[in-house]
């Protein structure tokens, strides 16, 4: 991504001045530069590096749509390039403000983050609502279109909800270290509203595991084969397991959390990124992180019973044989895996203190969790990436 970075910068593609007088030429320098500069924002956000680009020397224009454009041609629409490319300004405020070392250390600052946030939210939404009818993923009855439209659609539906889930995040991870949602919100006053701020952040990760799974299975199977997605998933996932660890949740939440899961499971089974197991083996590691925000809680006693029920992975993630079939020792859900993984022991519900032996400190398993849990964030937000911190706050362009 740097290269094509600095080979856009050279071509002189990111100034009106250096563009072709041809207008079919120029069309194409604006699409090529735009396309790099939101998938280099992007990036940057999930690889947490600091931008190689600086707005204040850009002004190439956004390319333009072919006149009388009937829709089946991929290159007489740039409506996916220019959404994209504002969701990408968006993900690098909201990586500079939130999560560089230069973000929110006290809860003096949080009315800036609100401020933010409030900004952003705005801005992804005004882009929403320009959005022609093959890129409107928010209504699942648009029809199917061509190939290149539903990636389109797909990518950009994902892409907003991972940055909308990124905004509100700080609130559910921040919640989860004390003993109630209400606890939380009295140690930071008014200075933001927690309950909010945690239902737009799972609302996004239930949208980011629907999506995935309308693409996988109904109006565009071949996506499944894109790795950005599974890793996408894995982290609607886990962003959906931190509400599991509020001491007050309800059955009735709870159920449907791992419900989310399960679907989000069905997409990783499927998936066919890297090699022929990948997807298996990540989804194996969301069962048993599922399994570890249970003994995170003091759950009611009829809770546990009933989400084993419900969901069989949570009572048992290896009934799988090496050929790939389930074994006869019990059913699955179906989050099944498929492929060679190597495991043959029976891995049953254990109580809450056989998670707290693992620790020097038998009273820790929660933070045990948390920091497990925060392990599995990193690893599924730069699954394929390295990760590096970038300073300093510069808000949109």
């Known amino acids: 991504m740097g290269q094509a970075v600095r080979s856009a910068m050279a071509l002189g593609l990111h100034s009106s001045q250096a563009l072709s007088s041809h207008a079919a030429d120029s069309n194409r320098s604006r699409a090529t530069f735009w396309t790099i500069y939101f998938l280099e924002r992007i990036t940057c956000l999930h690889l947490g590096r600091p931008t190689c680009l600086v707005d204040h020397y850009i002004d190439a224009p956004f390319p333009e749509d072919a006149p009388n454009a009937s829709g089946a041609d991929a290159n007489s629409s740039y409506a996916y390039i220019r959404a994209m490319t504002v969701v990408g300004k968006i993900s690098h405020a909201l990586l500079m403000a939130a999560y560089s070392p230069q973000s929110v250390k006290t809860a003096q600052e949080l009315p800036r983050m609100n401020q933010l946030n409030n900004e952003c939210v705005t801005e992804l939404q005004r882009t929403c609502d320009c959005l022609p009818p093959s890129l409107r993923f928010l209504d699942k009855r648009v029809p199917i279109g061509y190939s290149w439209q539903e990636v389109q659609r797909t990518s950009l539906g994902i892409t907003y909800h991972l940055v909308r889930l990124l905004i509100f995040r700080p609130s559910l991870v921040y919640a ?6 209400a606890a939380a919100q009295d140690s930071i006053g008014d200075k933001m509203i927690l309950k909010t701020n945690i239902e737009y952040s799972l609302s996004s990760a239930k ?47 709870a159920n449907e959390v791992f419900g ?16 022929s197991t990948t997807g298996s083996a990540i989804s194996i590691e969301v069962m048993k992180i599922a399994k570890d925000a249970i003994f ?29 079939q389930p074994s006869s020792s019990g059913g699955l859900s179906a989050s099944g895996m498929l492929g060679d993984l190597g495991l043959k022991e029976t891995s049953q519900l254990q109580p809450v203190s056989d998670v707290s032996s693992w620790t020097a400190d038998p009273g820790n398993s929660h933070q045990l969790i948390m920091d497990l849990m925060g392990e599995s964030l990193r690893f599924s937000d730069n699954y394929y990436r390295g990760f590096h911190q970038a300073p300093g706050y510069e808000g949109f362009s």
């Open 207 to 253: 949208m980011i595991i629907d999506l995935a799974y309308d693409s996988f299975f109904r109006r565009c199977p071949l996506l499944c084969r894109d790795g950005n997605l599974a890793s996408a998933v894995v982290t609607a996932c886990l962003t959906l397991l931190f509400d599991v660890l509020d001491a007050e949740t309800t059955t009735s939440r």
């Open 260 to 275: 989310f899961v399960d679907k989000g499971l069905e997409c990783l089974r499927k998936a066919d990124h890297v090699g």
């Open 296 to 324: 995170a809680n003091e759950f009611e006693a009829s809770l546990l019973p009933e989400l084993s029920h419900n969901f069989a992975w949570l009572n048992d993630t290896a009934l799988w044989e090496q050929d790939g």
């Open 176 to 181: 989860s270290f004390f003993t109630s949602l």
